[in-house]
């Protein structure tokens, strides 16, 4: 494997460390006074998973595939991120459910038509971001929209619904966000984050020159979102042993 | 993509979710109504430190008589309030208790009580 240059390794760990940190926000966020009781090492567990889940999708928004200031490495790497995030949230939340619904199989309740509505808006965020993962997939991407601004467009849209969705379920079910202040600050993240997409959109900062860029970073992306995930994997199972009481 | 079929799209879209939206909401009212509620393991034993009207608030205001079934389920205004106002009825004195490091009842596992 070709070793990396000194500059471009620490940029990488840098902003790996800036990644993680925006991923675990959710955890230190969950952590603060006054904290919600423990149920059981898998139930919160997996509702940290569900968060994390929800935290990658946020960064989506940050991450959305265009080349950023920081790290000053070329497109194709901003464009792996953005799959690769995408991925991870899949991934996540495919264990916030599968836990959940192997550890308790009533919840199976809440999945059907006369479940709470926050319920139901998870389940639609679910499909929704599962939707817009395979259809991002370039083999269906190009079947389904010849035009890549058509997908660009409706991409876009869907990803607003599935977090606005996803966040009005992990407000109303009052899991780790009990308090007002909590829901307050998990609020006004979310409107951080797509006040910055739409800044990025509609009033796109003048980049680095493309001739300043790092190049053959396109395969950092993984390792670094691989790296984040398995130590925020870590981090969550950690903190769900540690919050049940002996 | 120029801006007149980006708004026409966007039209199309809302106006398909919006008939959809009603229409799965007219079914899940639909539902409500008719859909069994499941078992409930309740022990006044395991409750006797609570005061009576705590629950059987009808005691005090008049709203009605009988089990809690009989207004909460069967009054149609009360039906699509039912499963949140339970849920967080009971869930909400048990996570109090068990933040104050008390003994309380389930938090959340559906099994402890649902069985």
């Known amino acids: 494997m070709e070793k990396l240059p000194c500059r471009r390794r620490r940029l990488a760990l840098r902003f790996f460390a800036g990644?993680?940190?925006?991923?675990?926000?959710?955890?230190?966020?969950i952590m603060q006074m006054p904290t919600a009781p423990?149920?059981?090492?898998?139930?919160?567990?997996?509702?940290?998973?569900?968060?994390?889940?929800?935290?990658?999708c946020l960064l989506l928004f940050v991450y959305a595939g265009r080349?950023?200031?920081?790290?000053p490495f070329s497109g194709r790497f901003f464009a792996n991120l953005h799959r690769d995030l995408g991925y991870i949230a899949l991934l996540l939340l495919t264990a916030h459910v599968g836990l959940l619904l192997v550890s308790e199989p009533l919840l199976l309740e809440h999945l059907k038509p006369?479940?709470?509505?926050?319920?139901?808006?998870?389940?639609?965020?679910?499909?929704?971001l599962l939707i817009l993962v395979v259809s991002s997939i370039p083999h269906w991407r190009r079947r389904i929209w010849p035009d890549y601004h058509h997908f660009r467009f409706l991409h876009a849209l869907l990803a607003v619904a599935c977090v606005a969705l996803a966040c009005w379920h992990t407000l109303e079910s009052h899991f780790y966000l009990n308090t007002g202040i909590?829901?307050?600050?998990?609020?006004?993240?979310?409107l951080t984050v797509f006040a910055f997409y739409l800044r990025g959109r509609y009033f796109p900062q003048r980049s680095a020159q493309r001739q300043s860029r790092i190049r053959d970073t396109a395969l950092y992306s993984r390792r670094i979102v691989?790296?984040?995930?398995?130590?925020?994997?870590?981090?969550?199972i950690i903190v769900a042993v540690v919050r049940v009481p002996v | 993509m120029s801006n007149a079929r980006k708004a026409g799209l966007l039209g199309l879209l809302a106006a398909f979710l919006l008939v959809l939206s009603y229409a799965v909401f007219a079914w899940r009212q639909a539902v409500l109504h008719e859909r069994p509620l499941l078992p409930v393991a309740f022990e006044h034993i395991d409750h006797n430190t609570e005061p009576c009207a705590v629950c059987h608030h009808n005691f005090v205001d008049d709203t009605g008589g009988g089990a809690c079934y009989n207004c909460h389920k069967l009054?149609?205004?009360l039906v699509p309030e039912m499963e949140r106002m339970f849920h967080e009825?009971?869930?909400?004195?048990?996570?109090?208790?068990?933040?104050?490091?008390?003994?309380?009842?389930?938090?959340?596992?559906?099994?402890?009580?649902?069985h």
Request: hydrophobic content about 55%.
């Open chain 1, 114 to 128: 006369a479940a709470p509505m926050y319920m139901l808006a998870g389940l639609v965020a679910s499909v929704i």
């Open chain 1, 182 to 190: 909590k829901a307050w600050i998990g609020a006004l993240v979310t």
């Open chain 1, 67 to 71: 080349p950023r200031h920081f790290p």
């Open chain 2, 75 to 77: 009054t149609p205004e």
């Open chain 1, 226 to 236: 691989l790296g984040s995930l398995v130590m925020l994997f870590i981090a969550a």
């Open chain 1, 38 to 56: 423990a149920v059981g090492v898998v139930w919160d567990l997996a509702n940290l998973l569900g968060y994390l889940a929800l935290a990658c």
């Open chain 1, 19 to 29: 990644l993680s940190a925006c991923l675990a926000l959710p955890i230190l966020l």
């Open chain 2, 89 to 114: 009825f009971c869930r909400g004195c048990h996570v109090e208790k068990r933040a104050h490091g008390g003994d309380s009842g389930p938090l959340r596992q559906c099994s402890l009580c649902h």
